[in-house]
């Protein structure tokens, strides 16, 4: 039905770019000694023809399921197009998840070979074999014993197996989404649906090319990494660093110096709030610096959106680029021009001011269903906001027979070479998501403008009414919330409900700031119970929500915490969005006295 652009499978794809980009550094290596070791496209080639080698000859080949537990490493893409290269599916997995997880997955794909990162995780999963009858073998990366990853490769040096070229309806990965509510459902992406969506997107950013350098932070273990990041540099020949944890990501930045991010919002949010706190103690001088250039940036910002431009504010901008900007910039390597962002709404406000001081985001939208993008916003064309425009190839339409009447939005349905061959073994699931024509139905909601920009307006799954028959979207409101300084996390919940609540995280860091002030102890559980803080905090939400949202939609009640939403408490998915039926499990009794 769709045609596919060649390469159109992975193994080729790999092979055309280790011959052009033979000798250009693909992986860059934090060495131990506060520098960095490169290792190149030929060198990682070698090492995918041996491990190549090693599947065959333990009998990996179509139709055959390899899986991996760890992190992003340059073994996890090695491993990866070996198996691409014997036509078998790689079926990744997160090191943080839980062991009944990794069996769920292991038996229900049907996994012949598997190879984890560490001995500690070898030790929890050895027992596998005699429970699901498919697994044969378990081979560990970091080991010198006979099942490790350096016994493989050497295996497949002494006997070479040519690739198989896989057709690009074949399974190319098993992606097995969050099972908050039920078993993970695996995602089929096919090697078209995966080289469409880097391919495409490739060419909506030129600027990238050979020994671009990028930085690993979010796990090839979803399609948005394995797509946007993984592939698409392997294409254009660029560089990946890696974020060693999220402790050091500072200090990575730093030393990488990436030209350009795949990232998600939490992340941008994080810095700005570092940034307008850093400057806010400063005071003086450089604050008043800071202002004036933010004041310059927006002016000349507005400005070129009505069409019109000045001399004088352009030589301004280049003097407090100069003092202020490069400053900032330097602190994530002195280099950086943009970012991909995806996953979750990328606030309006922060993206504006990113623009402004010269690293440009531009706020995509996909699914794990569709390999995964399926609008972006680029450096051709963007519109701070939205979710950018339908990807050449693809087609979306607005289902507005789901909405309230009168309403502009509607489910997105899209149709493309990106859609899923469906969920793994789960038929009708896969029914209850494809249109009878084949389109594939997203679940969340939105509008597009005269332009074609895909504008998000909610998740249908998330949306709820108010016992008042109001509909709620939460996650426009948390994210207006976290805007605060004092405000870390925040979570709404009112389905069904007289009026909304709210679970709030403060800032404990700038609540300090607060309490110093006040004479108080900055203690956080002292800061929980102290009435003048909570009563702060409060009215400092209810200010900031009146100017953007309803009354219905304000919360009426509030529960402080202070335990963050994170990926090791099972609060936050892998990609580092909220498992709200998680959270509301953890805070059921607390919610709960908020409507007593």
Known sequence: MWTYEKPDNLAEWWIESEKKFGDVPLFLMHDGRGGLDQITYAEIGTRIDNARGGLAALGIGKGDAVGIIANNRPEWAVLAFATFGRNASYVPMYEKELEKIWKYIIRDSGLKFLIVSKPDIYEKVKGFPAEIPTLEKIYVIDSDRENSLAALEKLGAEKPAPPLIPHHDDIAVLIYTSGTTADPKGVLLSHGNITYNALTGCRLFPELQKEQVGISMLPWAHSYAITAELTSWIHFGGTLGFMREVSTLAEDMRLVRPHFLVSVPRVFNKVYDTIQLRMSDEGGTKKKLFD??????????ELAAAGKSSLLLNLKLALLDKLVFSKIRAVVGGRIAGAMTGSAAMNKEIAEFFFDIGISIYDCYGLTETAPGIT???STAWKIGSVGQVMPGQKVIIDKSVSEEGAEDGEIIVY????????????????AVMTADGGFRTGDRGRLDEDG??????????????NNGKYVFPAAIEEEIKLLPNVANAMIYGDGRPYNVCLVLPDFEVAARWAKKEGLTAEPNALLANPDFREMLIDEIREHLSKNFGNYEI??????????????NRMLTQTLKLKRREVLDRYASEIEALYS
């Open 416 to 431: 493309g070479p990106n859609v899923m061959k469906g969920y793994h073994h789960k038929p009708q699931e896969t029914a």
């Open 555 to 568: 919360p009426e009640k509030y529960h402080l915490i202070s335990e963050d939403f994170t990926v090791d």
């Open 376 to 378: 972006m916003n680029s």
């Open 292 to 301: 004036a250039a933010c004041a310059v940036a927006r002016e000349k910002r």
């Open 453 to 466: 920009f895909l504008w998000i307006t909610g998740r249908i799954k998330e949306q709820y009414k108010l």
